[in-house]
């Protein structure tokens, strides 16, 4: 008679419910990367553990022990790898155990996708004109970034305070147009919204409070000047 010894069998490792799943693919500025699972034919029962257990850009990801989420523990940017060799994919390898000490690994190789960025908008909070301005002077100007260098930006007043002030699409100079101008006081502090778009419909505001310069005066200085005739100077009030 053949008598047959049983040993621990390894588990399988399953990543994503596939076995073998050696390659993986997210989006930047994503943390969930994918889910560990396992079975073990020696006892359907065993509670299996996860863990980390190599890779050069181990240090960059977690792994729930019971759940086998493994997620990245900072969202990968893919203009900006963080790889151990900066080429944009992630080398980490898994493993999980069966409690009786048998355990099996898995090599994994994680690329990051890239998705369109938000641009950035520079915008100064506050603009106040210390001169009078006329219709067409420039009174700001604002600048965009794109971490996607192909995408194009374009720029645009959300609000323009009654049309007030107008906005170079490509430059991002603001000016003012002379609208309502008999209707405005003095020193008058309007609220402008700047948007910037990218080339795929992304965008990003900012406020910008524009502050009309104060009124101008005549004052007449008491000390005569060559001549002996007052001198006229110009004063803000």
């Known amino acids: 008679s053949i008598h047959v010894t049983p040993v621990n069998d390894a588990p399988t490792l399953l990543i994503d419910g596939a076995p073998d799943r050696a390659t993986l693919a997210i989006d930047e500025n994503s943390l969930p990367v994918a889910t560990a699972s396992g079975r073990d034919i020696d006892d359907l029962a065993h509670t299996l553990r996860f863990s980390l257990s190599g890779g050069d850009d181990a240090a960059l990801f977690q792994l729930d022990a019971v759940s086998g989420q493994l997620s990245v523990r900072t969202p990968p940017d893919f203009e900006m790898p963080q790889d151990a060799d900066a080429d944009g994919i992630y080398r980490v390898t898994v493993s999980v155990q069966d409690g009786q000490g048998s355990s099996t690994e898995l090599a994994l190789q994680i690329q990051v ?20 301005v006329q219709p067409g002077d420039i009174v700001g100007q604002v600048q965009g970034f794109d971490q996607d260098t192909q995408d194009s930006l374009q720029f ?8 007030r002030f107008i906005i170079d699409t490509r430059a ?3 000016r003012y147009t002379g609208q309502h101008a008999e209707d405005d006081a003095f020193g008058a502090t309007f609220q402008l919204v700047v948007e910037v778009t990218d080339s795929n419909g992304a965008r990003q505001q900012r406020a910008l409070a524009v502050v009309l310069p104060p009124k101008i005066r005549e004052v007449t200085e008491a000390t005569p000047t060559v001549g002996n005739s007052p001198a006229d100077v110009l004063a803000f009030e």
């Open 113 to 132: 996708r890239d998705i369109n960025d938000a641009p950035a908008l520079q915008v100064p909070e506050r603009v106040e004109l210390l001169a009078q």
């Open 156 to 163: 645009s007043l959300r609000d323009d305070a009654d049309g």
């Open 172 to 174: 991002g100079e603001i």
